[in-house]
């Protein structure tokens, strides 16, 4: 087969796939999943926030746990020497009354402080369970959403893989210049890179020509270049 009518061939099988990609776009569960997915994004981002912040409060209430646990310690210690009968002197026995009562006063504000915290983490994992729902079922209406895409799509899905693997068979069958400029100009020309000479306009652009140059192509080879929208132009199918 003549490189033109490759090259047309080629240029029919893209055009032909541009027309069954919007197809699958138009589909309403691929916008659908693209919100979905976005959506969950932003939950996951929530959730992983709420955990951390979550793991902050845990991390508070250990340290008040600690320094509970720490003047607790001290509470026996001035508790057992009242105990011991080895403190007599009336003012000893006053200062260490005064520590107790001071000891006392700070644990039980430590462990007010970490029942606070308790009902703060509770909020919180709650928070945490309630967010890791809401990704759940994101994540499920996605997964109905893209089963209700591939019923629809999926002979779209399976026109696209067998047009792609005829296109690949094609495109090895033209030479290595003219593949890479008909690549080049499909990829800055939005798909479409071979026009057909119809007459004195090119296919695409629709543009008469000047005779000069009509003159020129005619007189050129069968692949030329449009010089209006400067694309492959086929002068001459053979």
Same mark, same amino acid.
């Given at each position: 087969? /003549?490189?033109?009518?490759?090259?047309?061939?080629?240029?029919?099988?893209? &055009?032909?796939?541009?027309?069954?990609?919007? /197809?699958? *776009?138009?589909?309403?569960?691929?916008?659908?999943?693209?919100?979905?997915?976005?959506?969950?994004?932003?939950?996951?981002?929530?959730?992983?926030?709420? @955990?951390?912040?979550?793991?902050?409060?845990?991390?508070?209430?250990?340290?008040?746990?600690?320094?509970? %646990?720490?003047?607790?310690?001290?509470?026996?210690?001035?508790?057992?020497? &009242?105990?011991?009968?080895?403190?007599?002197?009336?003012?000893?026995?006053?200062?260490?009354?005064?520590?107790?009562?001071?000891? +006392?006063?700070?644990? *039980?504000?430590?462990?007010? *402080?970490? &029942?606070?915290?308790?009902?703060?983490?509770?909020?919180?994992?709650?928070?945490?369970?309630?967010?890791?729902?809401?990704?759940?079922? =994101? +994540?499920?209406?996605?997964? @109905?959403? #893209?089963?209700?895409? +591939?019923?629809?799509?999926?002979?779209?899905?399976?026109?696209?893989?067998?047009?792609? %693997?005829?296109?690949?068979?094609?495109?090895?069958?033209?030479?290595? %210049?003219?593949?890479?400029?008909?690549?080049?100009?499909?990829?800055?020309?939005?798909?479409?890179?071979?026009?057909?000479?119809?007459?004195?306009?090119?296919?695409?652009?629709?543009?008469?020509?000047?005779?000069?140059?009509?003159?020129?192509?005619?007189?050129?080879?069968?692949? =030329?270049?449009?010089?209006?929208?400067?694309?492959?132009?086929? #002068?001459?199918?053979?």
């Amino acid at each position: 087969m /003549q490189e033109t009518r490759i090259l047309a061939e080629l240029q029919d099988h893209d &055009l032909r796939a541009l027309r069954v990609s919007k /197809q699958l *776009d138009e589909i309403p569960e691929k916008r659908a999943i693209l919100v979905a997915r976005a959506k969950i994004a932003e939950i996951e981002t929530l959730l992983r926030r709420s @955990e951390v912040a979550a793991r902050a409060i845990d991390a508070g209430i250990k340290r008040l746990e600690d320094e509970a %646990a720490v003047f607790s310690g001290k509470i026996e210690t001035e508790q057992a020497k &009242l105990l011991s009968g080895s403190v007599t002197h009336p003012k000893e026995l006053q200062a260490i009354s005064l520590e107790l009562s001071a000891l +006392k006063r700070r644990l *039980d504000a430590l462990e007010n *402080d970490v &029942l606070a915290g308790m009902a703060k983490r509770d909020a919180a994992t709650a928070q945490v369970a309630r967010i890791a729902a809401a990704v759940t079922a =994101g +994540k499920a209406k996605e997964a @109905e959403l #893209v089963s209700a895409f +591939k019923v629809r799509g999926g002979s779209l899905i399976h026109d696209l893989d067998v047009l792609a %693997a005829e296109r690949a068979a094609l495109s090895e069958r033209l030479s290595p %210049a003219l593949r890479s400029k008909y690549e080049t100009l499909r990829e800055a020309r939005h798909g479409i890179a071979l026009g057909v000479l119809e007459g004195h306009t090119c296919s695409v652009c629709r543009v008469g020509m000047p005779a000069g140059l009509l003159d020129r192509l005619l007189s050129g080879p069968d692949v =030329g270049e449009c010089p209006m929208c400067h694309r492959m132009l086929i #002068v001459r199918q053979r």
